[in-house]
């Protein structure tokens, strides 16, 4: 604001004018330069000339001329009356225009001359005294500076200005401009700020400011020279008027500018409810609000459900967002033009992980891996019930998308474990997801119980360990039972229906726990090999005998025994397995002929026997010492015999004596005390044999013979021989006094002996083959025989026997016969036309017909290693099916440059049925990309039968099975993948 400068000589000039004009009685003299002198005293003349007006801007002095005049000599005249001053002057400025002002007065009244009127305005601090001649008594001022101070004064002059008299001087001030430019410049919650620039052409003393509301403060000057003043302490969101008046003296001129406060911001902006793709935030409205007020949400992502609130609203929801991801949610308070903002960051719930699956589980641990969600995810959170978490959390290398997570010190083994993943981003979390994965059981320890011949046992306590079930496998056989449910105490699982008693078999058991089976707790356990049946063989004096099938299965050795073992010694106490034998025998050397032995055998395998198998055997009692016709009638002879000497002191056992005599056959069983017999009613001079055997029981002695008559010219003698079979000559002479008759001789043979350690050395369907030692003596043929032991079965066909009658083991073969039945086989030794006592005898049973290919066999491609094997039973079973037999080997051909084949060895599997057909066998130890070939075949006890036979391709897709380098000449290489396609 430009201060008013006061000039007081020019005052003080306009004074002394006044003055002079009131009580002065002098001339005064309107000249034509407007200048207007006072005569004071004659001395000094001073002339006041106004100079132009300007704006408060420029600082303007008046210019003051002071002119000296010499003492010159007046002459004297007759004075006229004075004139009267106006009256009734007023002085007013126009409210329309600040630039003009009125000065009014009453018309002076003088009867002489007529009166003008000249104005004398004084502008103190601005262009100096102007005057404004011959005006009417209302006169407007015009181009005047607003907000000057002027002074006026009105002189009313006579027409030939010989008098003049001058008014009261009277002051006003012309109201300022307004300012320049009123404006808003700022505000706030609590207060408004106008700016504005100084008025254009005005003179002010200073400003004013009016707040409607609140205090003004002090008004300041910006640095760009504009003026700035607020009104401070307003209530917040409303509208607010700063009036700034401009103030010259007593005048003043306003202009104002409405600004609105700003709002108070909203209390309490907070994140509410995050989800995956939405944040929502929750206010309370300022304590201020007001109607008017209304509320624009702005997210920084997504959009705002509520993005223009009017109403009671306070929440919104910003959608969709990225799933863990930070929003800044803005709300801002509109009131008016003003608003006023407050922002809160709400992070969007993460994604729950995707794709958690199990990865792996060992006793006391287990890790699963998960797939990151889309979104933001900054770490997992990982919890283990029970166990404990192993930090940290692994990435994928070679997946980075990829994740895994391991609990563990989890304990017992087989405890199920709940992993919970839960997806973090910052601090918050997403969902959580659970797997469940039990950790492997741990299997038990086996101890093998009882067996037989066709099973294998073995139990166990539970182990330290979870374990719902036990399962029980058999490689070979049938589980029994095949799962167990896990209890406390002892438990006991079998292999059942083994196929080859005293062979090697294993069991196994698993502990398992939900979906979790342990490794195989695995026992190797021998089956009880398969007793043996004795069967009887020719016994002598001082030897029992037996002898008995080659069981089936498996054994390596036979062990003998022979009771009462003090009169009795096997022969051979422990008979080795012997792989081309099919029959074995054992004798017992015994002290006491005609007593009862028992000799028992036992199989062995591995470390396990058979049950015992015992038969009773008697030995051969002893012959008489002698044997004698003691008194011979026509019709009767009397027979005597003796024992043997040790036979009389209790060193043989027999139990009656059996007489005999041929021709007319009869016999007589004689008491044992007895030494002597008559047979009577005998034909006269009939020559008879008498032959005696000692009998023990079922055992006889070897026969001892006498040839007598009835009459007193027949005799009889024996002779003992030592080769049987052998032809002898027996000479008798008669003699009289000292002269002897011509010798009578006769030729006689012995019997033979009785064939020993028969054998089965071959046995089929319909074709069995035995074989026999040669026995002592003289042998010129053997009588064989085979008779059906099934009722109503004929015999097969006798094939004699094969073979040198010198050579030391002889054979015969009989053909012919009905697979599966069972046959006894005799062979009688000949020696000429003498043929055995006692034939020697087996029994036999043919082996049943072979199977005929297993039916409808398929296979079936399950996966780049596995194949499903399914068959059915044979049309022609012949018999138990015991076993099949699956047979396979692969062959890949070699493509290109590489010829030949790629061939993997054939493998052999073993398959029990078990239920109803058809069976399925999985083979899962295949080579992608091999064709193989599989062969399957029935087992019954006739051996392997017919074979089905089929083929498959397996294919390895996405893969090439074998890379092939063609090098060529000069380094040329190339790679040519060959990818081996499915038929």
């Known amino acids: 604001m430009q201060k008013r400068k006061r000039l007081n000589y020019i005052r003080v000039a306009v004074l002394v004018l006044m003055a002079y004009l009131k009580v002065s009685k002098g001339q005064i003299t309107r000249r034509p330069n407007g200048l207007i002198t006072t005569e004071l005293t004659g001395l000094i003349t001073v002339v006041a000339t106004t100079a132009a007006r300007t704006t408060v801007a420029t600082t303007t002095v008046a210019t003051t001329t002071i002119t000296t005049v010499f003492p010159t000599t007046l002459e004297p005249t007759t004075p006229l009356p004075a004139l009267n001053s106006p009256d009734n002057f007023i002085l007013a400025d126009v409210p329309s225009n600040n630039t003009v002002f009125t000065v009014s007065w009453d018309d002076v009244q003088d009867s002489r001359l007529a009166v003008i009127y000249n104005i004398i305005v004084n502008t103190l601090d601005g262009p100096g005294i102007e005057t404004f001649s011959d005006v009417t008594s209302v006169y407007t001022v015009t181009g005047r500076t607003p907000g000057q101070e002027y002074n006026v004064i009105v002189v009313a002059v006579d027409s030939d200005n010989s008098r003049e008299e001058a008014s009261d001087e009277k002051t006003l001030t012309l109201r300022p401009n307004i300012v320049e430019n009123l404006r808003r410049h700022d505000s706030s919650n609590t207060s408004v700020t106008s700016v504005w620039n100084e008025p254009l052409n005005s003179v002010f003393d200073s400003y004013s400011i009016i707040c409607s509301s609140g205090t003004a403060v002090p008004i300041t000057i910006t640095k760009d020279g504009t003026l700035e003043a607020s009104c401070v302490d307003v209530m917040p969101g409303r509208l607010h008027t700063i009036t700034v008046a401009t103030v010259s003296g007593s005048q003043s001129n306003?202009?104002?500018?409405d600004i609105w406060s700003k709002p108070n911001t909203v209390q309490s902006l907070e994140g509410d409810v995050v989800t995956t793709n939405s944040v929502s935030v929750t206010w309370s409205r300022p304590d201020d609000h007001t109607p008017s007020y209304y509320y624009i949400i702005d997210c920084s992502e997504g959009f705002a459900d509520n993005g223009n609130i009017t109403d009671g609203t306070t929440t919104a929801t910003c959608s969709p967002v990225t799933a863990g991801r930070v929003?800044?949610?803005?709300?801002?308070?509109?009131?008016?033009?003003?608003?006023?903002?407050?922002?809160?960051?709400?992070?969007?719930?993460?994604?729950?992980?995707d794709a958690l699956n199990e990865e792996s589980a060992t006793i006391d641990s287990v890790t699963a891996s998960w797939r990151k969600p889309a979104g933001i995810v900054t770490q997992y959170s990982i919890s283990c019930s029970p166990g404990n978490p192993q930090q940290p959390v692994v990435r994928d290398d070679g997946r980075p998308s990829k994740y895994r997570a391991t609990c563990e010190n989890?304990?017992?083994?087989?405890?199920?474990?709940?992993?919970?993943?839960?997806?973090?981003?910052?601090?918050?979390?997403?969902?959580?997801r659970l797997i469940k994965i039990t950790t492997y059981p741990i299997p038990p320890v086996l101890l093998e119980a009882a067996s037989t011949e066709r099973s294998i046992s073995v139990e166990w306590q539970k182990p330290n360990s979870v374990v719902d079930y036990y399962i029980i496998e058999c490689p070979k056989g049938t589980a029994s039972p095949s799962n167990i449910t896990a209890?406390?105490?002892?438990?006991?699982?079998?292999?059942?229906?083994?196929?080859?008693?005293?062979?090697?078999?294993?069991?196994?058991?698993?502990?398992?726990?939900?979906?979790?089976?342990s490794d195989a707790a695995r026992v190797i356990i021998n089956a009880l090999p398969?007793?043996?049946?004795?069967?009887?063989?020719?016994?002598?004096?001082?030897?029992?005998?037996?002898?008995?099938?080659?069981?089936?299965?498996?054994?390596?050795?036979?062990?003998?025994?022979?009771?009462?073992?003090?009169?009795?010694?096997?022969?051979?106490?422990?008979?080795?397995?012997?792989?081309?034998?099919?029959?074995?025998?054992?004798?017992?050397?015994?002290?006491?002929?005609?007593?009862?032995?028992?000799?028992?055998?036992?199989?062995?395998?591995?470390?396990?026997?058979?049950s015992s198998s015992t038969l009773e055997l008697r030995a051969l009692p002893e012959a008489v010492d002698s044997f004698t016709v003691e008194e011979v009638t026509t019709t009767t002879v009397e027979l005597q015999w003796t024992m043997k000497n040790r036979c009389d002191n209790g060193g043989c056992v027999w139990s009656s004596f059996n007489v005999s005599h041929i021709p007319e056959f009869s016999e007589q069983i004689v008491?044992?005390?007895?030494?002597?017999?008559?047979?009577?009613?005998?034909?006269?001079?009939?020559?008879?044999?008498?032959?005696?055997?000692?009998?023990?029981?079922?055992?006889?002695?070897?026969?001892?013979?006498?040839?007598?008559?009835?009459?007193?010219?027949?005799?009889?003698?024996?002779?003992?021989?030592?080769?049987?079979?052998?032809?002898?000559?027996?000479?008798?002479?008669?003699?009289?006094?000292?002269?002897?008759?011509s010798p009578s001789t006769l030729e006689l043979r012995a019997w033979p002996s009785n064939v020993r350690s028969v054998e089965i050395t071959n046995?089929?369907?319909?074709?069995?083959?035995?074989?026999?030692?040669?026995?002592?003596?003289?042998?010129?043929?053997?009588?064989?025989?085979?008779?059906?032991?099934?009722?109503?079965?004929?015999?097969?066909?006798?094939?004699?026997?094969?073979?040198?009658?010198?050579?030391?083991?002889?054979?015969?073969?009989?053909?012919?016969?009905?697979?599966?039945l069972e046959y006894a086989i005799t062979i009688c030794t000949k020696s000429y036309d003498e043929i055995c006592i006692t034939p020697a005898s087996i029994s036999i049973e043919a082996l049943p017909n072979k199977p005929s290919a297993p039916q409808d066999l398929s296979l079936e491609y399950e996966d780049i290693h596995t194949v499903r094997v399914t068959f059915s039973e044979p049309a022609l079973p012949n018999g138990d099916i015991t076993e099949y037999i699956i047979r396979y080997s692969g062959v890949m051909v070699g493509i290109l440059l590489f010829e030949g084949s790629y061939n993997q060895e054939e493998i052999v599997k073993l398959y029990t049925p078990e239920g109803n057909p058809p069976y399925s066998v999985t083979i899962s130890d295949l080579v992608?990309?091999?064709?193989?070939?599989?062969?399957?075949?029935?087992?019954?006890?006739?051996?392997?039968?017919?074979?089905?036979?089929?083929?498959?391709?397996?294919?390895?897709?996405?893969?090439?099975?074998?890379?092939y380098i063609c090098a060529g000449a000069y380094s040329l290489s190339r790679w040519i993948a060959l990818s081996v396609r499915k038929k």
Request: hydrophobic content about 30%; some cysteine; overall charge negative.
């Open 928 to 963: 992608a990309g091999y064709t193989y070939t599989f062969r399957v075949t029935a087992v019954n006890g006739g051996g392997e039968g017919e074979v089905a036979e089929d083929e498959i391709t397996l294919e390895q897709l996405g893969k090439f099975p074998f890379h």
């Open 254 to 257: 306003s202009d104002y500018v």
């Open 763 to 820: 046995i089929e369907q319909r074709v069995v083959t035995i074989e026999w030692e040669r026995p002592d003596g003289v042998v010129t043929g053997y009588n064989t025989t085979i008779e059906s032991l099934e009722e109503g079965r004929g015999g097969g066909e006798s094939g004699g026997f094969d073979g040198d009658l010198i050579d030391q083991k002889h054979t015969a073969t009989f053909v012919d016969l009905t697979p599966g």
């Open 530 to 610: 398969e007793s043996v049946t004795l069967m009887k063989s020719p016994s002598l004096v001082d030897t029992v005998s037996a002898t008995w099938a080659r069981p089936m299965g498996v054994f390596e050795q036979f062990y003998v025994q022979c009771t009462p073992s003090d009169n009795a010694v096997p022969l051979q106490d422990v008979i080795q397995f012997d792989p081309d034998a099919s029959l074995y025998g054992a004798d017992c050397n015994v002290s006491i002929p005609g007593d009862l032995y028992d000799m028992t055998v036992v199989s062995r395998s591995g470390n396990k026997n058979s």
């Open 410 to 432: 989890i304990s017992p083994p087989g405890t199920e474990c709940t992993m919970t993943v839960t997806s973090v981003s910052d601090t918050v979390a997403g969902d959580s």
């Open 671 to 741: 008491p044992q005390n007895e030494r002597s017999t008559t047979f009577t009613s005998l034909t006269p001079g009939e020559s008879y044999t008498f032959t005696i055997i000692v009998l023990s029981e079922d055992e006889e002695s070897s026969p001892v013979t006498v040839v007598d008559l009835t009459d007193e010219s027949l005799y009889a003698e024996d002779c003992s021989v030592s080769i049987p079979g052998d032809p002898y000559d027996m000479t008798v002479l008669s003699r009289s006094g000292n002269q002897n008759s």
């Open 327 to 353: 929003v800044t949610v803005t709300v801002t308070t509109y009131s008016g033009l003003e608003s006023n903002a407050d922002s809160t960051m709400v992070r969007a719930k993460p994604n729950s992980i």
């Open 487 to 517: 209890i406390d105490g002892t438990l006991t699982a079998s292999c059942i229906g083994l196929t080859s008693p005293g062979d090697t078999y294993n069991i196994s058991v698993q502990s398992q726990s939900n979906d979790k089976l």
